[in-house]
T-cell receptor, first 115, second 117 residues
Framework: DAGVTQSPTHLIKTRGQQVTLRCSPK?????VSWYQQALGQGPQFIFQ???????QRGNFPDRFSGHQFPNYSSELNVNALLLGDSALYLC??????????????FGPGTRLTVL | AQKITQTQPGMFVQEKEAVTLDCTYD???????LFWYKQPSSGEMIFLIY??????QNATEGRYSLNFQKARKSANLVISASQLGDSAMYFC??????????????FGQGTRLTINP
């Protein structure tokens, strides 16, 4: 049973460029969340997708956008990259059916470096 | 809003000793979940243990147990008989804000645990 997969593993971009990160959820999961983890910090919630819609969003600018496909996979797009966007981007999948319990299975992450 | 506080930036423990990692939380939601994740240097977040706000018993998973004190809003992780492979970053997290059937995880700053031989 494949877990959560992310691509690419590493990425180097320059300021002002655009980037797309990809995520495939764990089998049986229908909800995908994206997190940004700066060096030495805990992950920060970017947004969550369910039924191809953005359901909840964290405190991130509109430069961060996403998409979920019918097969539940997801993309994270970041436009006009800034140096501060350098981070580990984590994708997590889950099967949310009620408040409280929300075990999210994380992928290995994509490490983005902006020069 | 939900908030997680981990006050120990780093912990150093001798192999085979027990270790307690501290976590306090703040929320106004009556229903919530508390999680601990381990993050080795590879970067992947590994789920360790879960405690529901209405659970009467403290959660246990092998060598991991969660010391849940609801009145004090604390959810400390206890690792018994530590091993060298336990060296990693540990994050406490909680569910936050049920919105349109979606729920995020709110993480603390983490504690770096180092197990010495």
């Amino acid at each position: 049973d494949a877990g959560v997969t992310q691509s690419p593993t590493h990425l180097i971009k320059t300021r002002g460029q655009q980037v797309t990160l990809r995520c495939s959820p764990k089998s049986g999961h229908d909800t995908v969340s994206w997190y940004q983890q700066a060096l030495g910090q805990g992950p920060q919630f970017i947004f969550q997708y369910y039924e191809e819609e953005e359901r909840q969003r964290g405190n991130f600018p509109d430069r961060f956008s996403g998409h979920q496909f019918p097969n539940y996979s997801s993309e994270l797009n970041v436009n006009a990259l800034l140096l501060g966007d350098s981070a580990l981007y984590l994708c997590a999948s889950s099967f949310i059916r009620g408040e409280g319990y929300n075990e999210q299975f994380f992928g290995p992450g994509t490490r983005l470096t902006v020069l | 809003a939900q908030k997680i506080t981990q006050t120990q930036p780093g912990m150093f423990v001798q192999e085979k000793e027990a270790v307690t990692l501290d976590c306090t939380y703040d929320t106004s939601d009556p229903s919530y979940g508390l999680f601990w994740y381990k993050q080795p240097s590879s970067g992947e977040m590994i789920f360790l243990i879960y405690q529901g706000s209405y659970d009467q018993q403290n959660a246990t998973e092998g060598r991991y147990s969660l010391n849940f004190q609801k009145a004090r809003k604390s959810a400390n992780l206890v690792i018994s008989a530590s091993q060298l492979g336990d060296s990693a970053m540990y994050f406490c997290a909680m569910t936050g804000g049920w919105v349109q059937g979606a729920q995020k995880l709110v993480f603390g700053q983490g504690t770096r645990l180092t197990i010495n031989p």
